[in-house]
């Protein structure tokens, strides 16, 4: 591999796992809006046309639907794009190509075609910007069967994903969290982990409670952890690390253990992946459960103006506020 | 003078239309089309009319033959015997649906034809002769519109995508292919038996769709190796192309400096030749091409639908007239190279095919509805094996009782885990 061990923001852990995968395989392309010269607007992509050209680096006509759909195309070719959709709210003018082609496809044809195309969404919100450019849309793609998600929330994470997405020989959509890009954290691309992508990891032991939490909400999770902690309260914190699909018994494991569950996402509580997990909980660990399940998420509005998301996310007070909800049963 | 100007007037006939059989047969002469007929353009005959299985000797360069005018006819009767079967299927409850393409015919023979052995077709789900032309057998068809499938056919063997429809959604799929083709050295190297081109099928309501305009972009601005085939049959459904489009088709994809003519759809040998001519400037490395096919959907939209609510019979008796086998016919007579022996076989065995298409279906046997758990995922997926399980264990629950035979109708609507 080309790089050693060493301290990256989770942006260029992304970067050098793009790579490294472009390295490896010469099928792998990136396409989308200003990948190529200007290397994205979050400079994720950046020196890859430099380095592999504009036959493997795209810059595609801005049109989202076209940008996936001739992704399909090249995947029906042997190749493995790599599609960034420059903001999440960007992504649902390619929603039908997604949804009824990109995940459908090997369905429909009984396995003979594979997709093996990674959809890259920087997502959430939390960064002072203009409408469509901090949502969350997890729970549109999880309930479509076809499609996998993986939200890394570390750079060790945001490195292997990308690599390990580029490999799978599903459709993959990675969600970036794009308020934590230049988060530093150790990225060790010479030793693969064991840890399977699909499956989710303890972030932090604890007896109390469990927060389940996910890409940019999860350092919310452990901060919260933390203050709990000199409050007396141990919390246990698990990062999901795959959305679809959801690895609920490692979850299932903790609550049996805790009694309590409290799960955090940016995305709207209605209809939200928390909610799936909540049902889940209440089939499994029904007779372990000393409380409700909390959810501690968006509300039922549009995603609000800059000036009043701080309100909208969750935060540590609103966290720790569900969290004495579940120790008061 | 108004600041604005169009050069497009605004009605949506100003725009010739290329024929080369009139509706009586006569055969009007092309220099530039007659040239791509009769092969000049080519540098083998390979790929061109493969036809079924029955097609055996290599019929030759001239894709005008009295022998290959023989072959389409008969292609074109034996599609339309098994269009009318699958009408028929449908009205006996074995076919949940059956989109005809009664009239359109020379449309889908021809293109189908047109293109050579190694090229990818992109079609709708109405192209039922391209697919004949394709080599994917009627059954096939028949199973998916009867629900035993979503594609019966493997893309890759005869290069042919799945039927697609939600609408446009596979016009950028050929694009996308074709971006491929030009990354893996298959475009413009001169050898016409491995340069390749893909053929992207839609209809006139289809072009209304976003990723039709998308695709011409992408096209256009990366010169990919693809053909853009509308057929306009005059209907979406109910609505007429004039809502579609205030312009002719075929002068759209101009806007994207992407060349285009308009044959007549119904004419076997215009669009062959059209088709023909664009998919080698496409594999040549000349960028994208766009035909609009004027023809008429001379049944309803799908069996669900009832024409006589939008469409009236004087119209249709108009486009009768202009049925595409007919003038085929006509024209060979003319030429004096199809007798009634001729024809009579070509009837027999579309009677054939059509018996055979019912037997099929109606010996067919519904499948194990476990396979719905199958091909969701090309890798293993702990949320669709959960279910599967949980499925499995529900119908089994059944399995001693003798008076139950349904399994279905499971609670819950399975489970992830």
């Not at chain 1, 999440?88 to 082609?101: E, L, R, S, W, Y």
């Not at chain 1, 075609?113 to 549109?140: D, F, K, Q, T, W």
């Not at chain 1, 969750?314 to 579940?326: G, N, S």
Request: include cysteine.
């Amino acid at each position: 591999m080309s790089t050693t061990s060493s301290t990256l923001p989770i942006a260029k852990a992304i970067t050098a796992g793009l790579r490294d995968a472009m390295r490896a395989d010469d099928r792998v392309l990136i396409m989308g809006e200003d990948v190529g010269v200007l290397g994205g607007v979050f400079r994720v992509t950046d020196g890859l046309h430099a380095e592999f050209g504009s036959q493997r680096v795209v810059d595609t006509p801005l049109a989202e639907a076209g940008i996936v759909g001739t992704a399909v195309g090249l995947a029906y070719r042997g190749y493995r794009p790599v599609v960034e959709i420059q903001f999440d709210g960007f992504v649902f003018p390619a929603f039908n190509q997604i949804t009824t082609q990109v995940a459908k496809m090997h369905y429909r044809t009984q396995g003979r075609v594979s997709l093996p195309i990674v959809i890259r969404i920087p997502h959430g919100g939390g960064i002072g910007a203009v409408e469509h450019h901090s949502e969350s849309p997890e729970a549109l793609f999880a309930h479509t069967a076809g499609l996998r998600i993986l939200a890394p929330a570390t750079s060790q994470d945001a490195y292997w994903m990308t690599r390990q997405a580029i490999e799978s020989d599903d459709p993959v959509i990675m969600l970036e969290p794009k308020r934590r890009y230049w988060v530093k954290g150790d990225v060790d691309p010479d030793h693969r982990p064991e840890l399977s992508p699909w499956e989710a990891a303890v972030a932090r032991p604890g007896t109390d409670a469990t927060l389940l939490a996910w890409g940019p909400s999860l350092p919310l999770a452990l901060e919260s952890a933390e203050a709990a902690a000199a409050e007396g309260v141990d919390l246990e914190v698990i990062d999901a690390r795959s959305l679809a699909p959801l690895d609920l018994p490692t979850v299932y494991e903790s609550v049996k253990r805790t009694g309590r569950l409290v799960i955090v996402h940016e995305a709207p509580v209605l209809g939200g992946l928390g909610g799936e997990i909540a049902a889940r909980v209440a089939e499994e660990c029904f007779s372990h459960l000393e409380a409700p399940v909390l959810r501690v998420g968006g509300y039922h509005t549009p995603y609000p103006p800059a000036r009043m998301e701080h309100a909208y996310l969750p935060d540590l007070d609103r966290v720790l506020d569900a969290v004495d909800r579940v120790l008061a049963h | 003078m108004s600041a604005f100007s169009t050069t497009i007037p605004p009605v949506a006939d100003q725009e010739p239309m290329t024929q080369l059989l009139a509706p009586d047969g006569t055969r009007t002469p092309h220099e530039e089309l007659d040239a791509v007929l009769a092969g000049h353009s080519t540098a083998s005959p390979a790929g061109a009319a493969e036809g079924d299985a029955s097609a055996t000797a290599d019929p030759g360069p001239d894709l005008a033959s009295p022998e290959r005018l023989r072959g389409y006819y008969r292609d074109m009767v034996m599609i339309r015997a098994a269009d009318l079967e699958a009408t028929s299927l449908q009205r006996q409850g074995q076919l949940g649906l059956w989109a005809s393409a009664l009239g359109q015919e020379a449309a889908q023979i021809g293109a189908g034809h047109a293109a050579r052995t190694q090229d990818y077709l992109v079609p709708t789900y109405r192209e039922h002769g391209v697919a004949w032309a394709r080599g994917i057998e009627p059954m096939r068809l028949l199973e998916m519109y009867r629900g035993i499938s979503h594609c019966g056919w493997d893309p890759y063997e005869l290069r042919t995508h799945p039927y697609m429809i939600v609408l446009g959604s596979q016009a950028p799929h050929a694009v996308g292919y074709a971006m491929g083709l030009q990354r893996d050295g298959l475009v413009g190297t001169g050898d016409l038996d491995s340069d390749t081109a893909v053929l992207a099928l839609f209809g006139d309501g289809a072009s209304s769709e976003g990723e039709v305009s998308e695709s011409f972009t992408f096209a256009a601005s990366f010169q990919a190796p693809v053909v853009f085939y509308t057929q306009n049959n005059q209907w979406a459904i109910s609505v007429p192309t004039s809502v579609q489009t205030r312009v002719p088709l075929a002068q759209r994809s101009r806007g994207w400096g992407i060349p285009s003519i308009r044959v007549d759809g119904n004419d076997v040998l215009a669009v062959l030749a059209a088709v023909r001519s664009a998919m080698d400037a496409a594999r040549a490395g000349e960028g994208p091409r766009f035909i609009e096919a004027i023809t008429y959907r001379m049944a309803a939209h799908t069996t669900s639908d009832d024409a006589s609510r939008y469409r009236s019979s004087e119209e249709e008796q108009q486009w009768a007239d202009k049925d595409p086998i007919l003038r085929l016919r006509r024209h060979l007579a003319q030429l004096d190279e199809i007798d009634e022996t001729y024809v009579k076989a070509c009837e027999e065995e579309a009677h054939d095919l059509a018996m055979r298409l019912h037997h099929f279906i109606h010996d067919m046997p519904d499948p194990d509805p476990v396979a719905m758990f199958d091909h969701v995922y090309a890798e293993p997926h702990p949320v669709v094996e959960r279910d599967r399980e949980q499925y499995l264990q529900y119908v089994a629950q059944f399995e001693d009782d003798a008076d139950s035979t349904e399994g279905s109708g499971a609670t819950g609507g399975g489970s992830g885990r």
